[in-house]
């Protein structure tokens, strides 16, 4: 079936580390690829994405790599920050659907 | 102050009654979203509603009713046929007819025993 998952459950870094939270996903058909970061007893705020024709997009600190060949996705968090501590879910989203969530990566960052 | 809101942040309830959890947005957003999260896993689709007075089951709508009678407002009802209905719910919104940036409300934690 289609899933969008992740490769670690959790990721530990010292503040100033740069992060990289990684994603696999099954299905080739989807047209973006999202990031979303959820802190603690919050709902999830879109980071970042990607169309599936690209295979890097860079925002403010955070770079997105799409590996089509592999169905790998990940994000990379510049010089991490104890803000950046959250769960970091991706997401695949195909025209006309709806939205796909992996189950999350918690990203623990310690100073 | 635009936004999503839920209420309320917590609830409680006992077995086998129903429970009504709210969602508002005034982003002017059509597209409004239902997600169960529990812990340790993602986020499940329970339905979703592109339009006023139109909506559509998503992955685990059983035990679950909505209705979309205005574009602000998409209120979900946990009815006593949902088995496992101790969750996180989150509501979301986007614009357009759907898509993929969605914005989430801060969720309401439901705890039935």
């Known amino acids: 079936g289609e899933s969008v998952g992740l490769h670690l459950p959790t990721l530990s870094v010292q503040e100033g580390d740069n992060s990289i939270i990684n994603c696999a996903y099954s299905?080739?058909?989807?047209?973006?690829f999202i990031w979303y970061k959820q802190e603690s007893g919050k709902g999830p705020q879109f980071i970042i994405d990607i169309r599936s024709n690209m295979d890097k997009r860079q925002g403010q600190r955070v770079t997105v790599l799409l590996n089509k060949t592999v169905k790998h996705l990940s994000l990379q968090i510049a010089a991490t920050q104890p803000g950046d501590s959250a769960v970091y879910f991706c997401a695949e989203f195909r025209e006309g659907t709806a939205l796909i969530f992996g189950k999350g990566t918690t990203l623990s960052v310690s100073s | 102050d635009g936004g999503i809101t839920q209420s309320p942040k917590y609830l409680f309830r006992k077995e086998g009654q129903n429970v009504t959890l709210s969602c508002e947005q005034n982003l002017n957003h059509d597209a409004m979203y239902w997600y169960r999260q529990d812990p340790g896993q993602g986020l499940r689709l329970i339905y979703y509603s592109q339009i006023v007075n139109d909506f559509q089951k998503g992955d685990i709508a059983e035990g679950y009713s909505v209705s979309r009678e205005k574009k602000e407002s998409f209120p979900l009802t946990v009815t006593s046929a949902q088995k496992n209905p101790t969750a996180f719910y989150l509501c979301?919104?986007?614009?357009?007819?759907?898509?993929?940036?969605?914005?989430f409300g801060p969720g309401t934690r439901l705890t039935v025993t």
């Open positions: 299905n080739s058909a989807s047209d973006y």
């Open positions: 979301a919104s986007s614009p357009g007819q759907g898509g993929y940036e969605q914005y």
